[in-house]
Protein backbone atom coordinates (compact mmCIF):
# COMPACT_ATOMS: atom_id res chain seq x y z
CA UNK A 1 0.00 0.00 0.00
CA UNK A 2 1.42 3.38 -1.30
CA UNK A 3 -0.39 5.72 0.76
CA UNK A 4 2.52 8.91 -0.16
CA UNK A 5 0.53 9.26 -3.88
CA UNK A 6 -1.16 12.10 -3.86
CA UNK A 7 -4.01 12.41 -6.27
CA UNK A 8 -5.74 16.49 -7.34
CA UNK A 9 -9.63 16.31 -6.23
CA UNK A 10 -11.69 18.10 -8.16
CA UNK A 11 -10.88 21.07 -6.24
CA UNK A 12 -7.07 21.06 -6.09
CA UNK A 13 -6.91 19.67 -3.05
CA UNK A 14 -4.00 16.25 -2.55
CA UNK A 15 -6.04 13.30 -1.80
CA UNK A 16 -4.40 9.95 -0.63
CA UNK A 17 -4.21 6.99 -3.48
CA UNK A 18 -5.82 4.58 -1.60
CA UNK A 19 -5.97 1.01 -3.52
CA UNK A 20 -8.89 -0.55 -4.94
CA UNK A 21 -10.68 -3.08 -2.14
CA UNK A 22 -8.95 -1.50 0.81
CA UNK A 23 -10.69 -1.70 3.70
CA UNK A 24 -9.65 0.19 6.67
CA UNK A 25 -11.22 -2.02 9.53
CA UNK A 26 -8.44 -4.33 8.45
CA UNK A 27 -5.11 -2.34 8.81
CA UNK A 28 -1.87 -3.88 9.78
CA UNK A 29 -0.44 -2.09 12.76
CA UNK A 30 2.14 -1.31 9.91
CA UNK A 31 0.05 0.66 8.05
CA UNK A 32 -1.52 2.38 10.92
CA UNK A 33 1.85 3.58 11.78
CA UNK A 34 3.10 4.78 8.08
CA UNK A 35 -0.70 6.93 7.68
CA UNK A 36 -0.41 10.27 7.61
CA UNK A 37 3.79 10.22 8.01
CA UNK A 38 4.25 12.34 5.40
CA UNK A 39 2.06 14.92 6.22
CA UNK A 40 1.19 15.49 9.81
CA UNK A 41 3.89 16.36 12.60
CA UNK A 42 2.83 16.21 16.08
CA UNK A 43 4.41 19.26 18.39
CA UNK A 44 4.67 17.98 21.98
CA UNK A 45 6.00 19.76 25.09
CA UNK A 46 9.47 18.51 26.58
CA UNK A 47 12.21 19.10 29.18
CA UNK A 48 15.90 18.94 27.48
CA UNK A 49 18.75 19.57 28.96
CA UNK A 50 17.01 21.17 31.73
CA UNK A 51 15.44 23.63 29.67
CA UNK A 52 11.65 23.75 28.48
CA UNK A 53 11.08 22.67 24.73
CA UNK A 54 8.81 21.39 21.83
CA UNK A 55 9.58 18.06 20.35
CA UNK A 56 8.68 17.67 16.70
CA UNK A 57 7.70 13.82 15.93
CA UNK A 58 6.22 12.40 12.90
CA UNK A 59 2.99 10.66 12.70
CA UNK A 60 4.58 7.75 13.25
CA UNK A 61 6.51 8.78 16.80
CA UNK A 62 9.93 9.18 15.09
CA UNK A 63 11.46 12.25 16.31
CA UNK A 64 12.42 15.26 13.78
CA UNK A 65 13.24 17.99 15.82
CA UNK A 66 13.27 20.49 18.87
CA UNK A 67 12.02 23.68 19.04
CA UNK A 68 12.83 26.73 21.95
CA UNK A 69 9.27 27.57 21.30
CA UNK A 70 5.83 26.31 20.01
CA UNK A 71 4.93 28.98 17.59
CA UNK A 72 8.68 27.79 16.02
CA UNK A 73 7.74 23.98 15.72
CA UNK A 74 4.39 25.16 14.38
CA UNK A 75 6.46 26.99 11.86
CA UNK A 76 8.79 24.55 10.87
CA UNK A 77 5.81 21.58 10.42
CA UNK A 78 4.19 24.24 7.84
CA UNK A 79 7.12 25.06 6.06
CA UNK A 80 7.97 21.36 5.43
CA UNK A 81 4.32 21.41 4.30
CA UNK A 82 2.85 19.05 6.84
CA UNK A 83 0.10 19.49 9.34
CA UNK A 84 0.45 20.44 12.93
CA UNK A 85 -1.04 18.52 15.31
CA UNK A 86 -0.45 19.02 19.59
CA UNK A 87 -0.22 16.91 22.03
CA UNK A 88 -0.17 17.82 25.48
Request: glycine share 6%; aromatic share 4%.
Amino acid sequence: MDINTPNQADDGAEQLAVPVGFNIRHISAEQLAELGVARIAYVKPVEFNGAQGFAIHAANGTPMALAADRDVAIALIMQHEMAPALVH
